[in-house]
């Protein structure tokens, strides 16, 4: 019965004579004297879970995971996989990152401090802005958030936030949950074919409006190509733009600096991070005028008594440990270890490596788009636009069924509306693309 | 002990003016690409400037910066109210598993094992807590408090008294965070003094308390480490006013097994995972910050949530449901679910013998630990931490100072209510010994001057590092280091 | 410890100070304050041409640590803003009284709750 744990937790380190001297030391009997809890609220220590060695432990929950099917996924929509390189695996996990926290005495956190300031630097030159933080939880967050920015950093009083249709409800429900308190009002603008319809929007927008947001590549997998003249409306009316994208289509795509944006959010977890279940990172990057304003943790460079160069979490005073009700963000914990990972994701590939990964995502997208519109029953690409990683197919058969069909055969697609489906292919899953084609010429 | 942090150091050179300590992966080796793609040129950027370096070059970069940091696996690391806990390190085993690599968007019936482990991770939460129905989908504990109060939110405005309760009442040593989530809601906030003995006063409660009172928001323990043990009339107090009680999870690791926020009356509550069950803070995140609540309250949780299909059998089927009047959605897809695998394989792990024994052998040794050391600690009887004034020192310079020692030090200057606060929280994984020489260390550092405080660290990485240039000269990125 | 408090001027006990001059008042915050604030980092002052009344906010202060808001000791309108603070903070620090001031204000009223010097020098000791 060695491993269990009818001495208690296994993850102290007291032989019982040590536990003896110190509670002799503190001057009690037992441990319970410590406690000062009423009577009348104690609880007796039976929430009725079974304890296990290590290795019960770990046979428990895998074989809980197990029951997951094994699927192969054509499944994007805000979360992606792209093939993690196994150094991100080994260095993330040395445990002086992982079992570290918040880098308040930076003297000794010098590591992930350098690590963080190069996420920061590789995303500023993704995106042509000259300040990203230290992340926030998600893509949707990091919108929400990017609204908040621009409501207190726009000179009128406006309180409206207008998004295109293509948002996903996700999305558009989170950025709801953290603008009601300001009294922001969410607006859709229509899009045509996929990309954002400059007509619809320059109706929409006035001077009511605080933010702008577009998507680059959108949420359908189309890619935007009227972004200039997004960013002009939105200068007009001296509203923020806000871009929404992520670091793989960041490396070929327009920069958002040169199209007017002035925040780029998303997940930068398409680096970095294997599918899980939607678990991100928020990518916050905007202009170097709005640095007082920005949410969450940024790292800069000083230096040290030896007048060597050193980096520190600096603009505390921002924080909500500082300012408290009048910080730009309740954020605290953040997802630096994702940024962590991201960075040497992105750092093994290399400028090269990205630009190529980035390109697959366009070859690849337009070539099974070709290929499933060959599929009698399917019609692919339904928007005639060019495509990253994903893009939406119109299907005969509900799609509902199709999409159950083809997990009958072992695949994942979404079902979006009544006839369309979508499809995301990356390096990932390329290899499963010819099973994927035949499927769906037997289910659709 | 003799400590001596890792120090690779580079002189000014060809690739920079700075002295610096392992230089950045822009001055080791960059490469500019053309963009060459299949999107039209008026679509594309036209090149791309970053890192090029081989998989050798950048494993010796991170492992450099690797030893150049300090984790939990260094040494002890009692920052207060962090709950640096040992990190298993099966449960990264487990998370890395193929089958947790799964998509949000799949079907209900393909992710039974995922939606398993939610439910069953929903389940064990709700009985540690005392709660009756948790979300699982805020990302971190400010998200769940965040979530927590658009709950109350959403239930004051069932009850017609939306417009009405506009205010929360925070006491004056809670967490930051509490206020800055308060006011993102769009709340007042009512900042309540605490009395002389460092716990909630009552009187200033009934006072503060009333028809415009939405929720309270209390860490029990509080940030002092004592239990407010008139948590059953400030419970009565909240409630009869018409608001609801919220618990600030952040320091559940004193009560694990010895008593429940249910039972004490709390409506509402977040869980800090990464600090109560052990999943690692990963140089600042991710956590997560599951909510629990009462059932009154469950159909305004965050949507989707996990739940047993009725009638499943033997051969339990779950299935993802939205709460009927649900307050929509705190992230774009249900949190994150790596650190909730972690937090179900460290509590199956414990169990009720280990999750018991954690408390009381973290209230043990932070009893234990302000025992030994001179500095005063004014406040009693404290549980899982406590909290120490540096007296004549400066406290930020005594942490400077410990780091010398080879320990991390205590958070600093806070709560308030002590001067030169040393927020000490050594948790359960310490041996005697360790804290035999943690308390070394505060003697030591107790005993010298300000010279020698201010002096501190030699024997980091980087000496004391300068924050008024850092925030007076902004250089965030390599780029701006260049432009310099 | 002493801190300067010059005779020629008023004191809020919020530790802005205000001096008189003709057609304008100049305003900044006392030595003591910036001493309690540590190095000063930033300092957010209204336009030209703003309105700032006597008792409430006109701006904020940063150091490191902390964050404060600055009251103003006078009501009227900002004529004019010390531009070096947004490069050189530290003159906040440095001199506290002279090239550290803030606004200069086209003074229509003044703060019933002004102190003199001798008032304000007894309040921070």
Redo the contacts between chains.
Sequence with gaps: MSGR??????????TDA??E???S????EG?DD?????A????D??????????RE??R???G??????D?T?F?G???Y?HYV?S?V???S????????????????????L?????Y???L???TGL???N??M?????ALAEAA?LAARVRSTDGDRVLVPDYL?E??R??L???T????LSVETFDTDDGNVDVDALADAIDSDAVMVYAENPTALGT?E?RLDAVGDLAADHDAMFCLGSDPVAL?????PA?VGADVVVG?AAALG????????LGLFACREEF??QVPG????????????????L????R?????????T??????????A?RTA?H???L???G??DL??DC??LA?DLAGRLDEVEGVRAPVHDR?HFREFVARTDRPAAAV??DL?AEGF?V?AVDDHRVQVCITDANEHAADRLVAAFEEVA | MRYD?ARW?HDADAE?D?????P???EKN????A??????D????ED??????S?PQ??R??????????????GP?P?GS?T?????K?T???A??G?????????D??????L??MA?LQD?LA??G?MDAVSLQP?????G??TGI?VAKAFHEQNGEGEQRDEIIVPDSA???N?????????D?VELPSGEDGRVDLEALEAAAGDRTALFMLTNPNTLG??E?D??EIADIVHDAGGLLYYDGANLNA?L????PG??GFDIMHY?V?KTF?T????????A?PVGVTDELAEFLPAPRVREREASGDDARYERFEPEHT?????????????L?KT??Y????????????S??A???A??LA??IDYDVPFE?F?HEFVASAGDQDAADV??RM?DYGV??P?TK?PEIVSEALMTEPT?????E??DQLADAFDAVAGEDDETLE?A?ER????????T???RN????????DEE | MSFDVPDDRNYLESHEWVDHGDATATVGITDFAQDELGDVV?V?LPDEGDDVTAGEEFGVV??????SDLYSPVSGTVVGINDALHDQPELVNEDPFGEGWMLEVEVDEESDDLLSADEYRDQIE
Excluded at chain 1, 93 to 112: D, K
Excluded at chain 2, 347 to 358: C, H, K, N, S, Y
Aim: charge should be negative.
């Design positions: 744990n009818e001495r208690g937790t296994p993850y102290a380190s007291h040590e536990t001297a110190m509670l030391a503190v001057g009690v441990v410590l406690f000062d809890i009423p009348s609220v104690a609880f220590g039976e929430f009725g879970i079974e304890s296990r060695s290590e432990a770990e428990h929950v895998r809980l995971l197990a029951r997951n099917d699927l996924e499944l929509r805000g979360h996989e390189p150094l695996d080994h260095i996990q040395r445990s002086e990152f992982l079992t570290s926290y918040t880098q308040y005495q930076p003297e000794v956190t010098q590591g992930f350098q690590a963080l300031f190069e920061q630097s590789m500023v030159e993704l000259e300040i990203v230290a992340s939880y998600d893509h949707a967050t908040l996903l996700s999305r429900d989170v709801e949950s953290y009601d308190g300001a009294g890619v190509e490396s070929v795509l327009e920069e040169s997940d991070l294997p599918t899980a279940y939607g678990m991100g640095v007082r943790r940024l790292v800069g460079a000083s230096e040290d008594e030896s007048g060597r160069r050193s980096y520190t600096t603009l505390q005073t924080e909500q440990h500082i300012r408290r009700e009048r910080a963000s309740n954020i605290c914990t953040n997802q630096a270890w994702v962590l040497i992105a750092a093994s290399g400028p090269g990205l630009v980035a390109n366009v070859r337009a060019h999409a159950d997990e994942g979404h | 942090q150091t920079s700075d002295d610096r300590y392992e950045l992966l822009a960059t490469e500019e690409v963009v060459d793609s299949p999107l039209p008026d679509l594309t950027r791309l400037e970053l890192p090029a370096l998989e950048l494993a970069h991170y492992t450099r910066l690797s030893q150049m940091n300090y984790g939990v696996d260094s690391y920052l962090c640096m806990k040992y990190n298993p099966f990264e085993d487990v890395a598993l089958d947790a690599a799964v998509h949000h968007d799949r079907s019936e393909s992710l039974q094992g995922t398993g482990l069953g064990y009985r540690i005392g990302p971190a504990g400010a998200a408090e965040f658009l967490h930051g965070t206020f800055a989530s308060a006011a993102l809601a769009g709340y906030v004592l239990f043990r948590i059953e009560l097994g010895r008593a429940r039972d004490m800090n990464h052990a690692p803070h990963g140089g600042g995140g991710p956590g910050g307050i929509g959605k705190v992230h774009g897809f249900e949190g994150n679910w790596l650190v695998v179900y394989a509590i199956a792990r414990l169990g009720d013998e280990g999750l018991d024994d954690a009381a052998k209230v043990l040794n009893n234990y025992s030994q009887p549980h942490a400077k780091l991390h030090p958070t806070w359960e994984i310490e041996s005697k360790t804290l002096a660290p980091t990485t980087a000496r004391r590092i300068d924050q240039d850092a925030a902004l250089r965030l990125s390599w780029q701006a280091i | 930033f957010e940063e150091s490191i640590k902390a964050v």
